[in-house]
């Protein structure tokens, strides 16, 4: 073949490489471009939602939204659906606007007892005997009511010369419903052996008005906890038991009239 024909080839075979290669590159970089325009679902806070909030909690609250965005601005580790965080936590405060990612929540149970705090929601802990405790049978995640014993002053009224004299009385009644157990007591195995005289602390979830109820039974009278059933628990009537009704009640009158020396102050 000719010198000058081999040159003319060589430069029509480049001439062609180099546009089957633009034309690859024009082809690619379109596709990049219409990739980057293409809208897709990301999670969005509609709201501020405060380090601490439970996934479920800002999903219940509307405080995650899908929203849609140009691929091209979604940001690393966008969640995609709610239910990617339902059972984690936000770690850190995410603005109104700010996209969602998987960095900013954490397990709940990595979270501890903080994770399962939300709103009014507060955590106490209080020390009692295993009695009071129900060491060996409380278990975390168990609901209890707390009952309370407490002394008491009223004016009574003396039938012989009607002066009014200050007389100690004692009530005991449920004083807290359906609380939440977050750390049972230790020994929370019935095969472990539990000393009867060593405190076994508790903790609890309150309201931040339940714990200054439960902060006065425990600092200023007798306590005790009742566990409730898993399923099906069901509270009876309001009441209050008194010395008057724990020996008076059920019986007849003649029964009740020898009771108090026969008269009715006691009802």
């Given at each position: 073949m000719p010198y000058r024909v081999r040159n003319v080839f060589l430069a029509v075979a480049l001439a062609?490489?180099?546009?089957?290669?633009?034309?690859?590159?024009?082809?690619?970089?379109?596709?990049?471009?219409?990739?980057?325009?293409?809208?897709?679902?990301?999670?969005?806070?509609?709201?501020e939602i405060p380090a601490g909030t439970s996934g479920a909690d800002a999903a219940a609250g509307g405080l995650l939204e899908l929203r849609e965005v140009p691929r091209r601005s979604v940001v690393p580790g966008a969640v995609a659906a709610p239910e990617d965080v339902q059972e984690k936590v936000a770690t850190t405060t995410i603005y109104a606007g700010e996209q969602v990612t998987a960095s900013r929540f954490r397990p709940a149970t990595e979270a501890g007892v903080q994770g399962q705090l939300t709103g009014n929601m507060r955590a106490m802990q209080i020390s009692g005997d295993p009695n009071q405790t129900l060491a060996g049978t409380l278990r975390t995640g168990d609901r209890v009511d707390l009952v309370a014993s407490l002394r008491y002053s009223v004016?009574?009224?003396?039938?012989?010369?009607?002066?009014?004299?200050?007389?100690?009385?004692?009530?005991?009644?449920?004083?807290?419903?359906?609380?939440?157990?977050?750390?049972?007591?230790?020994?929370?195995?019935?095969?472990?052996?539990?000393?009867?005289?060593?405190?076994?602390?508790?903790?609890?979830?309150?309201?931040?008005?339940?714990?200054?109820?439960?902060?006065f039974v425990t600092k200023n009278g007798d306590w005790t906890l009742q566990l409730r059933p898993v399923t099906g628990a069901e509270d009876s009537p309001e009441s209050v038991e008194t010395l008057e009704s724990v020996l008076g009640d059920g019986l007849r009158e003649a029964q009740f009239l020898q009771l108090y020396g026969g008269r009715r102050s006691g009802r």
């Amino acid at each position: 073949m000719p010198y000058r024909v081999r040159n003319v080839f060589l430069a029509v075979a480049l001439a062609v490489l180099a546009a089957v290669l633009t034309s690859f590159y024009v082809a690619n970089y379109k596709r990049t471009v219409q990739n980057g325009e293409e809208n897709v679902s990301v999670v969005v806070a509609g709201d501020e939602i405060p380090a601490g909030t439970s996934g479920a909690d800002a999903a219940a609250g509307g405080l995650l939204e899908l929203r849609e965005v140009p691929r091209r601005s979604v940001v690393p580790g966008a969640v995609a659906a709610p239910e990617d965080v339902q059972e984690k936590v936000a770690t850190t405060t995410i603005y109104a606007g700010e996209q969602v990612t998987a960095s900013r929540f954490r397990p709940a149970t990595e979270a501890g007892v903080q994770g399962q705090l939300t709103g009014n929601m507060r955590a106490m802990q209080i020390s009692g005997d295993p009695n009071q405790t129900l060491a060996g049978t409380l278990r975390t995640g168990d609901r209890v009511d707390l009952v309370a014993s407490l002394r008491y002053s009223v004016k009574d009224i003396a039938p012989d010369d009607a002066t009014a004299a200050d007389k100690d009385r004692i009530a005991s009644r449920v004083v807290l419903r359906d609380l939440l157990v977050l750390k049972a007591p230790g020994g929370a195995n019935l095969t472990e052996e539990i000393s009867p005289a060593a405190t076994q602390p508790v903790q609890l979830a309150v309201t931040d008005s339940q714990a200054q109820k439960l902060f006065f039974v425990t600092k200023n009278g007798d306590w005790t906890l009742q566990l409730r059933p898993v399923t099906g628990a069901e509270d009876s009537p309001e009441s209050v038991e008194t010395l008057e009704s724990v020996l008076g009640d059920g019986l007849r009158e003649a029964q009740f009239l020898q009771l108090y020396g026969g008269r009715r102050s006691g009802r």
